[in-house]
């Protein structure tokens, strides 16, 4: 169901400290916590004595602890201290995970150890690169992560799920353009000139005139998703005048039908204003909590009906996310055909390029 060999975001980089951090990723129970030179550590969420969740004990320094008879492990998951006894167990080694900090976000290497190279982190800079502020937050989905990719690359839901932050008439009406980038990703592109803002566009610009919208989605198997989101009031200039938003979806499998959702909405204008940053969180939980519900309804269905294949019927917005799982799929089966087969990120999207209305005839 998912790619093994490849770096996948387990959290914000803030919400590991140096106390335990548990979260289950690819159906493997983990722990995070920083040792005392701030360097991150993960190991398996197990105690090799009597199995029990090392999640239940706690960080001493540095070291992490078990709840149930106090062994204490390093970050490198070798047993440093048994209560009682001088010696410690040799041999004896919790799992550990590959990680690494980069842009505001802790990557773990789920797959053969061996492979992981941090050159393979995809670029997700906006998260903290200068020019740019990103609100962030997480939300827990009990749905497929591949459902959550589908709906990220079909956006015509906005129309219908957010009609009350992103979504209008015009989203739906507007024809789709998209492009396969390379075998990792997939671009659907919008344009929606001359239409009323949405409310959160409203917000973001500070009054309710008309504006030209565009809106690329932009998928990177297995679960790197963002969202151009590009307007300029009606009668200025779209390279001059353009505000942006970067919506990233990282969408990482905690188990089969349960995701981890964790986003960053970057934004290259009011950088310093506070009040715009904390209605960007609400409005984007909000929003989030909305794709939420649906989809965990759909989850809840296809269960039910023995995990039936979609669509069942093709309409136009099928094209990205039919497009993104052919991906997606094909990056699964090249490495079960080679285990040694690592996937090349692809870059998601160029700062030095505001997006120009498309040439071709949309679809
Ligand atoms: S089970 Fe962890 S110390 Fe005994
Ligand atoms: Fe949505």
Redesign the pocket.
């Known amino acids: 169901m998912f790619p093994k060999n490849c770096w996948y975001v387990a959290a914000h980089a803030h919400e590991v400290t140096a106390s335990l951090f548990a979260r289950t990723l690819l159906n493997q129970a983990v722990i995070f916590w920083r040792t005392p030179d701030g360097a991150i550590a993960a190991l398996e969420d197990r105690?090799p004595?009597?199995?029990?969740p090392l999640s239940t004990g706690k960080t001493v320094n540095g070291l992490v602890e078990?709840g149930?008879?106090?062994?204490r492990f390093d970050a490198e998951g070798a047993c440093a201290f048994v209560p009682g006894q001088d010696q410690t167990p040799k041999n004896v080694n919790v799992k550990k995970f590959p990680v690494a900090e980069r842009h505001a976000l802790v990557w773990i290497w789920m797959g053969e150890a061996s492979l992981a190279d941090e050159d393979l982190i995809p670029d997700m800079h906006w998260m903290d690169a200068p020019g740019w502020r990103a609100t962030t937050g997480y939300l827990h989905f009990n749905a497929d992560y591949r459902l959550v990719n589908d709906n990220l690359l079909d956006l015509s839901h906005e129309t219908y799920i957010h009609k009350h932050t992103i979504g209008n008439d015009a989203v739906a009406d507007a024809p789709v353009v998209t492009e396969v980038i390379d075998d990792r990703v997939v671009r659907a592109h919008r344009e929606m000139p001359n239409i009323d803002p949405p409310p959160f566009f409203a917000l973001a610009q500070g009054h309710d005139g008309r504006i030209n919208r565009w809106q690329i989605a932009i998928y990177m198997a297995p679960g790197f998703n963002m969202t151009e989101v590009g307007f300029h009031a009606v009668g200025t200039d779209r390279v001059d005048d353009h505000l942006m938003m970067r919506p990233i979806h990282l969408i990482t499998p905690e188990t089969d039908h349960t995701s981890h959702y964790i986003w960053g909405l970057a934004r290259n204008f009011r950088l310093d204003d506070d009040e715009l940053h904390e209605n960007i969180y609400t409005s984007t939980q909000q929003t989030f909590s909305e794709d939420r519900e649906l989809l965990e309804m759909q989850d809840c269905r296809l269960q039910e009906e023995g995990m039936p294949k979609l669509p069942q019927m093709a309409v136009k917005v099928d094209k990205a996310p039919v497009t993104g799982r052919r991906l997606l799929d094909a990056m699964i089966q090249r490495e079960t055909a080679d285990p040694s087969y690592c996937a090349v990120p692809a870059l998601l999207a160029d700062d030095g390029i505001v997006t120009q209305p498309f040439a071709q005839a949309a679809e």
Do not use: A, E, K, T
């Open positions: 105690c004595h009597r199995l029990v078990c149930y008879h106090g062994l």
